[in-house]
């Protein structure tokens, strides 16, 4: 039997090599390609390590590095591009956030998550895992929203990065997410993983030649922090995690059924916010 998880993430880093080579064949149409060419190296190498954990497991901390590399790498390429676009790169509060949901949090829950005692059924990692994910989930929508809404439209080939990596990052919360309320890891959804982060890196890859050239346009200097759904859908669902992780814990009998509901509102609430308020 063919190992789909395996299959799945050698796609999403055979995608984000391509995506690279993109970037280093077409850099006149794109800012900042060097680090943009770094940026997709360093997503195929995070896509490498789950590939390779679908074989032969790798230690915890391997896992969580890689993780965290994502977003850090993804916060200094949209740094360095805002400020080729506009000259200036995010503001000190849009990087203090993104920085700090993104990177600082899910390091420390890695470091104090043993302190207050992880499950000792062989759940302690999944759990922790869920938490880190969960936060960079929403400091990349946090980051990606800033280079979205500050680049000019004429800016078509990072809006559409942008887009496409924050389907991935809402797909991110929406797993963990689902992990943590419902107790268990459901591999298809882990395997689904690999195919929507190759589907966004190929479609940023394809687009690339089909965009024109954008080092010569310029924008705005009033790089401003904005908040929008996107931000607020996965800050909400951060707060849908933690009550259904602690109605799970001290709900009784009614932990499963209130989760469910908890879940739902949380997808209903998000449509409603998106039509109403964003």
């Not at 360093?42 to 590399?69: R, T, Y």
């Not at 080729?84 to 470091?111: D, E, K, N, Q, R």
């Not at 790089?223 to 849908?240: E, K």
């Amino acid at each position: 039997m063919p190992n789909i998880g395996l299959i799945l993430f050698s796609a999403g880093t055979a995608a984000f090599l391509l995506a690279a080579a993109s970037f280093a064949l077409f850099r006149r149409k794109i800012l900042s390609p060097s680090s943009a060419v770094s940026a997709a190296l360093a997503f195929a190498a995070w896509q490498a390590v789950l590939a390779w954990n679908s074989v032969d497991a790798l230690p915890e901390v391997v896992l969580v590095a890689a993780e965290i590399l994502r977003p850090a790498v993804l916060l200094f390429y949209l740094h360095r591009t805002l400020k080729a676009a506009a000259g200036s790169g995010f503001t000190p509060s849009a990087l203090a956030a993104a920085t700090l949901m993104s990177v600082a949090i899910p390091a420390a829950i890695w470091f104090l998550y043993p302190v207050f005692g992880a499950a000792a059924d062989g759940q302690g990692f999944t759990e922790q895992r869920s938490w880190i994910g969960i936060f960079i989930g929403v400091g990349m929508l946090i980051a990606l929203e800033q280079a979205f809404r500050n680049a000019a439209s004429q800016f078509a080939l990072l809006r559409f990065a942008c887009l496409a990596l924050a389907i991935t990052a809402l797909y991110d919360l929406y797993l963990f997410a689902d992990t943590l309320i419902f107790e268990r890891l459901d591999i298809n959804q882990w395997r689904a993983r690999g195919g929507v982060n190759a589907i966004a890196a190929l479609a940023t890859a394809l687009v690339i030649g089909r965009s024109r050239a954008t080092n010569f346009l310029s924008v705005s200097r009033n790089v401003v922090f904005y908040t929008t759904s996107f931000t607020a859908a996965g800050v909400f669902l951060l707060a849908i995690s933690l009550s259904g992780y602690a109605i799970r814990t001290y709900g009784g009998s009614w932990g499963s059924v209130l989760q469910l509901m908890l879940f739902f509102a949380a997808v209903l609430w998000s449509v409603v916010y998106d039509t109403f308020y964003a």
